[in-house]
């Protein structure tokens, strides 16, 4: 059974920073594209940055500068920096794996909270 399981969220101040992982099992690593997304309490599920299996990435406008997308491809590993938070990055994160185009599956996490608040 494939798994991704979302780590290191938590409830920080204003300012602070987060390392979130994703852990996933049963799946190639290394031939997804893997990406985080978020959803605030009240708002659709909105895409926040992703990384493709050659390492190139791309961020929502709201993610650039402050966030940092990256994969360990021999851990299996996705990761999600975070620097200068502020409470519109209040979220439940999610992590998703998309297959190739050969194999076009979609597979998601629980998620992981992330608040900020002083």
């Known amino acids: 059974q494939v798994r991704l399981v979302e780590s290191g969220g938590g409830l920080v101040q204003p300012g602070g920073h987060l390392r979130l992982s994703c852990t996933t099992s049963?799946?190639?690593?290394?031939?997804?594209?893997m990406a985080w997304y978020r959803q605030a309490p009240g708002k659709d599920r909105e895409f926040v940055a992703q990384?493709?299996?050659?390492?190139?990435?791309l961020y929502a406008d709201s993610a650039k500068v402050r966030f940092t997308i990256d994969r360990d491809n021999a851990q299996s590993i996705l990761y999600l920096q975070m620097t200068n938070l502020n409470d519109g990055d209040t979220a439940v994160y999610y992590c998703?794996?998309?297959?190739?185009?050969?194999?076009?599956?979609?597979?998601w996490g629980q998620g992981t909270q992330v608040t900020v608040s002083s």
């Open positions: 990384i493709f299996t050659n390492g190139s990435t």
């Open positions: 998703n794996a998309d297959g190739p185009a050969w194999h076009s599956v979609r597979y």
């Open positions: 049963r799946i190639n690593f290394p031939i997804y594209t």
